[in-house]
């Protein structure tokens, strides 16, 4: 464990340490809020891969304390979770669940008895169905009924709840789940993707307005960002594209710098962009009070024609208006096929920084999904300690180089519904087997921990 002391000694005072997990991924109990657009995608045959649906999941309602427990027992300063808005507000808008906000009280009050800021996140991409019935993201109502959410969440919390995320990767709901439909709603139509995305950003700064009215201080967002790379000088124009459909769009939004030209250029077959307005972007540019940053892996490109095999959410249908790109990631890889590459993770800091100066950054997100072997002796997974020892390193590398960074989430907690992967892809530090929901640490908590009790 000397590797985790020497991480640990680099790690500064009031550093946020954390885990992660979201909603749906855990939370199981379905029957007792409404339902979702990911209930409705997994339960269409061929969506999930292995058939899971929401249920049982981790079965996490049934098991909060012994859940939180595990958490502090990693010596964990913060825990990061999100709100299914279907548990809070069943319909999406209307009716409140008083059981439904006291499941969240259940959360954060336990966090805090074992001294856990809590990080709530709103949107985990578990939108009411009954909303999307009405037309979902692409309803040019959806940033008020994303506003009353916020606001019925923010009142309810803010005397307890300081750190509240709009949504978390906005870029996944938008390009994921209306470009190439590998994720809920299930949507193969570029122009809506970029039009989910711009109305996405627009309803994260009336979130963002909604939750300061009402007394939460620290307002923020988290995005999927990354680093580009370009294998060679021929896909440079378009590793510049893709790096602006990933990064750049949201930033430059939130920054006030409206919809890069370039990318107006490039997906000017697609769109015309008609549906944006100058109070839409004066709204996206709501000021957030910190941005959280989840990162897995670089995007390496190349102009050669090349099969990786399976890179999840790595394919040109991901990008509107972009064709003729190989996605090349280099071993080592993960089970997701997605490259590992910890300087990348710096890189990202320190574009971000640049991008939007003066925003105190997070790593809300950072881990990686092997196929762990079960011995009698334990979960040795060894590989996904050196992913973190590389890439907590790499984060504070960013630190040391300047960038106002706060703090560090790993994903996941628990091994949970890996969305269109089901339970096949693995990301937990804590494995959970779906049928006994026996969780059961990994080397990698172990390694967590010490880290995470030694910097405190
Ligand atoms: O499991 C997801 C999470 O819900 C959002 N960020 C990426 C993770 C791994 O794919």
Redesign the pocket.
Known sequence: MKRAQEISARIPHNFTLGVAT?SW?IEGSSSSRGKSIWDDFAETPGNVVDGATADPACDHLNHIPEDLDLLSGLGANAYRFSLSWPRVIPEGTGKISRSGLGVYDRIVDGALERGLTPFATLY?WDLPSALQEKGGWLSPDSHQWFSEYAHVVGEHFADRVEHVATL??PW?SAFLGYAAGIHAPGEQNPAASLEVFYRLMVASGHGIRALRAAGVKNPGLVL?LTTIIAEDEDIVPTSTIIDGLQNRIFLDLLANRGIPDDIVAATSSITDWSFVTSEGLAMAAEPITWLGI?Y?TPTRVASLSKNAGKIVGQDASVYPGVSNVSFVPRSPRTA?GWEIHAPSLTQTLLTTASRLPGVPLYVT?NGAAFDDTVTETGIHDENRVDYYASHISAALDALDQGVDLRGYFA??LFDNL??AEGWTKR?GIIRVDAWSQIRTPKDSALFLREIFSTAR
């Open positions: 979201s991924q985990h978390n990767e996944v999927n989840n897995y997701m997100e994903w996941s890996e969305w990301f």
